[in-house]
């Protein structure tokens, strides 16, 4: 009798067609191995890796959820069983590649509930090279003593994952959603697009944003919504593109600190929101061509919000926004094509060499988010792309040992390099205002405006770069 029983319960649970086909039924346990030979999975309902069980999804691997068309948010009470989810109270490993990544999409019209790694569950847990689009949320989930909707196509609750190289997009609420996560979660190199209410939400957490494009979010709602939103949160966001969500790029709520450093943030509707005593540091970062650059007003309570070596078009600082120092206001970042959203620097934009000279303490990682060197000549520039110097790699090396500071200046500049050298000063148009061989040069008496630095060393090393003077 018992194997018979066995028997009956693993064929209503896991059913796998001649085809390659399988079918999860609903409330069943799983783990083990999904693999190419047996997709797509087909999850009709909730499907749960227990505590101490593995599940690991091969790559290429097409897992379909049970999906509704239904509007009504109770329809994807997680009780119910209405819609699939997938509810990871063990461990997840769903390594994808870019050629083969593993596809989390819906099985019908409609959307699905969510992936949920939930509290307690492996921190070895991990998802790279993932597609996860036409989620909804689930809510009511069982053993959770909370209200709290589950709004992501991944939800992290009270636990942490390796969370990089994935695409979330199409969902019906939010791409990721974090929670209450008190140790550090960090998600890096994603691409998080076209999700109807918000990119990323996090409340209550411990997190780091690296190198993420969060972009043509909350293209199905208003309000309250945004690229990123950050609640009650420590978060910081380092050299991330953050363009077309409406309505906001960055939203910070509750008290809080968030630092945004490297990023590019344009063309939303508000560039950066701050409310209710969030703290915010801004360094190193583009902050443009938004319909509104910074929201600051009365609602920020007791928040400090402070902004130093970044570039904005607005002509005079923002309401409430503290000048530390470096800033280049009424300027123009001079992206390659700003209608195609290719952000990388021209060769005349202010961004370059015009980052904080000491960079250090800021976690920041040693390429772009275009996978590219993050810091050439020394000092790192502005927004989440740097330049590209055409040197030789020669060249490259021997450059990278010049030091030019304060970038943007108000007057003098110290320039440190081995060798003896001579500079000369040309301004925008190419007049020569300035021929010296110290190594502080004082243009207290020239114009607000860009001048570039022509350096030929002893050795025979010639570089030129871009000055602001304020």
């Known amino acids: 009798m018992k194997k018979f029983?066995?028997?009956?319960?693993?064929?209503?649970?896991?059913?796998?067609?001649?085809?390659?086909?399988?079918?999860i039924q609903d409330e069943a346990t799983v783990s083990g191995t999904?693999?190419?030979a047996n997709s797509p999975y087909i999850v009709e309902g909730r499907a749960v890796v227990p505590n101490g069980q593995t599940l690991n999804i091969e790559?290429?691997?097409?897992?379909?959820?049970?999906?509704?068309?239904?509007?009504?948010?109770?329809?994807?009470?997680?009780?119910?069983?209405?819609?699939?989810?997938?509810?990871i109270q063990g461990e997840l490993i769903a390594n994808g590649t870019p050629e083969n990544p593993i596809l989390f999409t819906r099985n019908n019209n409609g959307e699905w509930g969510t992936i949920l790694i939930d509290e307690n569950s492996s921190p070895n847990s991990s998802m790279t090279h993932c597609i996860v689009e036409f989620s909804n949320q689930s809510r009511n989930i069982t053993g959770i003593n909370s209200t709290t909707a589950f709004i992501g196509g991944v939800s992290i609750y009270k636990s942490s994952i390796i969370f990089q190289n994935n695409t979330l997009s199409n969902n019906r609420n939010t791409g990721l959603f974090i929670r209450e996560v008190s140790s550090l979660f960090e998600f890096s190199n994603n691409k998080i697009f076209d999700n109807s209410i918000n990119g990323v939400v996090i409340s209550e957490s411990v997190a780091n944003g690296i190198n993420n494009s969060i972009y043509n979010n909350s293209n199905g709602a208003s309000g309250v919504v945004s690229g990123i939103q950050c609640s009650f949160s420590e978060v910081s966001l380092i050299g991330n593109?953050?363009?077309?969500?409406?309505?906001?790029?960055?939203?910070?709520?509750?008290?809080?600190?968030?630092?945004?450093?490297?990023?590019?943030?344009?063309?939303?509707?508000?560039?950066?929101?701050?409310?209710?005593?969030?703290?915010t540091f801004i360094t190193n970062t583009i902050v443009q061509n938004n319909e509104t650059n910074f929201v600051t007003g009365g609602t920020i309570g007791e928040a400090v919000i402070e902004m130093q070596?970044?570039?904005?078009?607005d002509i005079s600082f923002p309401e409430n926004?503290?000048?530390?120092?470096?800033?280049?206001?009424?300027?123009?970042?001079?992206?390659?094509n700003l209608s195609s959203n290719d952000f990388s620097l021209l060769e005349t934009s202010p961004s370059i060499d015009s980052g904080i000279p000491d960079a250090s303490g800021f976690n920041i990682p040693e390429e772009d988010v275009l996978e590219n060197p993050r810091v050439v000549n020394a000092i790192i520039d502005i927004g989440a792309v740097e330049f590209q110097d055409p040197l030789s790699n020669e060249e490259f090396d021997r450059s990278s040992s010049i030091k030019i500071y304060p970038n943007p200046t108000i007057g003098e500049?110290?320039?440190?390099?081995?060798?003896?050298?001579?500079?000369k000063v040309f301004d925008i148009n190419g007049k020569l205002i300035?021929?010296?061989?110290?190594?502080?040069?004082?243009?207290?008496?020239?114009?607000?405006?860009?001048?570039?630095?022509?350096?030929?060393?002893?050795?025979?090393?010639?570089?030129?770069?871009?000055?602001?003077k304020n």
């Open 413 to 423: 500049v110290t320039i440190e390099i081995d060798d003896p050298f001579s500079v």
């Open 5 to 23: 029983y066995l028997f009956n319960v693993l064929i209503f649970f896991c059913t796998v067609n001649s085809f390659g086909q399988t079918t």
């Open 321 to 336: 926004v503290s000048d530390v120092e470096g800033n280049i206001l009424n300027s123009d970042a001079e992206f390659t």
């Open 34 to 36: 999904w693999t190419v």
């Open 59 to 87: 790559a290429g691997v097409e897992v379909r959820l049970r999906s509704s068309a239904s509007t009504s948010a109770s329809w994807f009470d997680y009780e119910e069983g209405n819609v699939g989810v997938l509810r």
């Open 241 to 279: 593109l953050i363009y077309n969500n409406d309505d906001f790029g960055i939203f910070n709520t509750g008290a809080g600190n968030v630092s945004i450093v490297n990023n590019t943030i344009v063309g939303n509707s508000q560039g950066i929101r701050v409310e209710d005593d969030a703290n």
């Open 434 to 468: 300035l021929d010296s061989t110290k190594s502080t040069i004082d243009l207290s008496s020239q114009p607000s405006g860009i001048y570039m630095l022509k350096i030929e060393s002893s050795t025979g090393l010639e570089i030129n770069k871009r000055l602001i």
């Open 309 to 313: 070596y970044s570039l904005t078009d």
